[in-house]
């Protein structure tokens, strides 16, 4: 599985940008993809999450009612729309493709097996 994550760039606060994520190779029917990002100096931390069946989505409290999540299962393709974007959301984004069948379980790193190369998000104060 190749994930390749892009719509990364610089914002101004409350400003607003799009990441796209393309999944590509051999997916499978059923999977969960998630976003993570890490600001320098810091941990990776979850941001959101969606399986492709069924459209189920789960958020990272600093982002719920400012970030949502979609996919076009036929481009294998998922969405991360960022809103009322704040300084402390810059960071390098990731995207990753993994398995589990809990939702919930898919804020851990470990839960995911594919990730894709980041992209950076910078928003300006």
């Known amino acids: 599985v190749q994930l390749q994550a892009s719509g990364g760039g610089l914002a101004q606060a409350g400003g607003s940008l799009r990441l796209s994520c393309a999944a590509s190779?051999?997916?499978?029917?059923?999977?969960?993809m998630g976003w993570f990002r890490q600001a320098p100096g810091k941990e990776r931390e979850f941001v959101a999450a969606i399986r492709r069946n069924g459209g189920s989505t789960d958020y990272a409290d600093s982002v719920k009612g400012r970030f949502t999540i979609s996919r076009d299962n036929a481009k294998n393709t998922v969405y991360l729309r960022m809103t009322s974007l704040k300084p402390e959301d810059t960071a390098v984004y990731y995207c990753a493709v993994g398995y589990g069948v809990i939702l919930s379980a898919m804020r851990l790193i470990r839960s995911y097996d594919y990730w894709g190369q980041g992209t950076l998000v910078t928003v300006s104060s």
């Open positions: 190779g051999r997916t499978f029917s059923s999977y969960v």
